[in-house]
């Protein structure tokens, strides 16, 4: 008998600490353990990007600061500027503004609300080179922002040294 005592003091003793264990492992009880590669900055899928860091300038310049107001035209509006223009305005703008600017894009007809006005007439004569690049970039109005189809700030500029040459005539 007294050897049935001493094996279940014996089993009592190596059991309990298992059970114990099982309780934190099993998140019973919870207990924040130290994680190092989560106590870092970072982001993870479908999070929203980390802010910039104070001071940080966009190598973009201000084409991605919208507070900064109408960027000047850095891009010369030369022949090669003008083609690659001609074909992205083909591609995101004619739809609605129309090949040669005037407003009458296939698309036009069926925007009932704001029709897409004539490129080379009255208030988009007035707008500067930045004003037309930001219009681009953030939309106005009924027109939607085209940042995503023109990605690169050069190709926005591109596009409006070719809206500026529509303008010109031929
Ligand atoms: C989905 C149709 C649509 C597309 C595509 C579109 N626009 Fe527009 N655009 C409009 C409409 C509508 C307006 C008038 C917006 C308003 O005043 O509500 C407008 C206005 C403008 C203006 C005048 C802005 C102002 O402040 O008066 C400019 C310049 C312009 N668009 C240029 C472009 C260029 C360049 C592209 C191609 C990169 C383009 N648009 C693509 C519909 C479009």
Same mark, same amino acid.
């Given at each position: 008998?007294?050897?049935?005592?001493?094996?279940?003091?014996?089993?009592?003793?190596?059991?309990?600490?298992?059970?114990?264990?099982?309780?934190?492992?099993?998140?019973?009880?919870?207990?924040?353990?130290?994680?190092? #590669?989560?106590?870092?900055?970072?982001?993870?899928?479908?999070?929203?990007?980390?802010?910039?860091?104070?001071?940080?300038?966009?190598?973009?310049?201000?084409?991605?600061?919208?507070?900064?107001?109408?960027?000047?035209?850095?891009?010369?509006?030369?022949?090669?500027?003008?083609?690659?223009?001609?074909?992205?305005?083909?591609?995101?703008?004619?739809?609605?503004?129309?090949?040669?600017?005037?407003?009458?894009?296939?698309?036009?007809?069926?925007?009932?609300?704001?029709?897409?006005?004539?490129?080379?007439?009255?208030?988009?004569?007035?707008?500067?080179?930045?004003?037309?690049?930001?219009?681009?970039?953030?939309?106005?109005?009924? #027109?939607?922002?085209?940042?995503?189809?023109?990605?690169?700030?050069? #190709?926005?500029?591109?596009?409006?040294?070719?809206?500026?040459?529509?303008?010109?005539?031929?």
């Amino acid at each position: 008998m007294a050897v049935l005592k001493r094996l279940l003091i014996v089993l009592g003793l190596a059991v309990t600490p298992l059970l114990i264990g099982l309780l934190f492992t099993y998140d019973i009880i919870k207990i924040e353990w130290i994680s190092f #590669m989560e106590i870092q900055p970072s982001f993870i899928a479908q999070e929203a990007p980390l802010p910039l860091p104070a001071r940080s300038v966009p190598i973009q310049g201000a084409a991605y600061i919208p507070e900064l107001g109408a960027p000047p035209n850095p891009v010369p509006a030369d022949a090669a500027s003008l083609e690659r223009g001609k074909t992205q305005f083909e591609i995101n703008c004619v739809i609605c503004h129309g090949a040669t600017g005037k407003g009458n894009g296939p698309f036009a007809a069926f925007l009932v609300e704001k029709k897409p006005p004539s490129l080379l007439e009255g208030r988009p004569l007035t707008l500067s080179d930045g004003e037309i690049f930001m219009t681009i970039t953030n939309g106005v109005g009924k #027109m939607p922002s085209l940042k995503e189809n023109l990605p690169t700030p050069e #190709m926005r500029w591109d596009v409006v040294n070719y809206v500026r040459s529509l303008q010109k005539g031929p």
